[in-house]
């Protein structure tokens, strides 16, 4: 099993430009979560989703979207990239119930120029 | 609103005892889970209370006191590869969503 991959790792953007994050997972989780972790902080919750075809806020959604049309995949949108976008974005998942464990992606480092 | 407070950096030498403490301040608290995180990774789960009281898990051991607000996660027969940021998060009761607070670094001299 691959576990949680994210696509791209690496990614420099121009203010204004937009582009989606992939997520996907081999394990069969309902749950999924993207994050983002700014320098020497933790991570912050931007939105998550509890199964197929749902999704909801986080601590700090506003400038992102997401889709969760399939369950093995979450994606995360920026329309129009800001450079405090910049950022560490990791996604997570876990299985439906009181599971007590998250499982992170590699993560993605973006930058806005 | 919710808070965590944790220290932001702690060092000690190799086979010392750490204790990084985390206290909380949130409502509809349902538990608190520990992540580490080496430099350019992921975080990785490490432990996880739900109820009052000490889990061991190798040489690394997390505490809960519900009634406190209050957990440590206890670093020991510390090694070089345990340099790295500690993470505690509060997990509430609707769902699975964590909080996280930001961070205590430890690095583990020779």
């Known amino acids: 099993n691959a576990g949680v991959t994210q696509t791209p790792k690496f990614r420099v953007l121009k203010t204004g430009q937009s582009m989606t994050l992939l997520c996907a997972q081999d394990?069969?989780?309902?749950?999924m979560y993207w994050y983002r972790q700014d320098p020497g902080m933790g991570l912050r919750l931007i939105h998550y989703s509890v199964g197929e075809g749902t999704t909801a806020k986080g601590e700090v959604p506003d400038g992102y979207n997401v889709s969760r049309l399939k369950k093995q995949n979450f994606l995360l949108g920026l329309e129009s990239a800001a450079p405090s976008q910049t950022s560490v974005y990791f996604c997570?998942?876990?299985?439906?119930?009181?599971?007590?464990?998250?499982?992170f992606g590699p993560g993605t480092r973006l930058t806005v120029l | 609103g919710q808070s965590l407070e944790q220290p932001s950096e702690v060092t000690a030498v190799e086979g010392a005892i750490v204790q990084i403490n985390c206290t909380y301040q949130?409502?509809?608290?349902?538990?608190l889970s520990w992540y580490q995180q080496h430099d350019g990774g992921a975080p990785t789960f490490l432990s996880y209370n739900g109820l009052d009281g000490l889990e061991e898990t190798g040489r690394f051991s997390s505490f809960l006191s519900r009634s406190d607000s209050y957990g440590y996660l206890l670093l020991q027969e510390l090694q070089m590869k345990d340099s790295a940021s500690y993470f505690c998060a509060v997990r509430k009761a609707a769902g699975n969503k964590l909080t996280f607070g930001g961070g205590t670094r430890v690095l583990v001299k020779p």
């Open positions: 394990m069969n989780h309902e749950y």
């Open positions: 997570a998942s876990n299985p439906q119930g009181p599971y007590n464990e998250q499982f």
């Open positions: 949130t409502s509809g608290f349902y538990g």
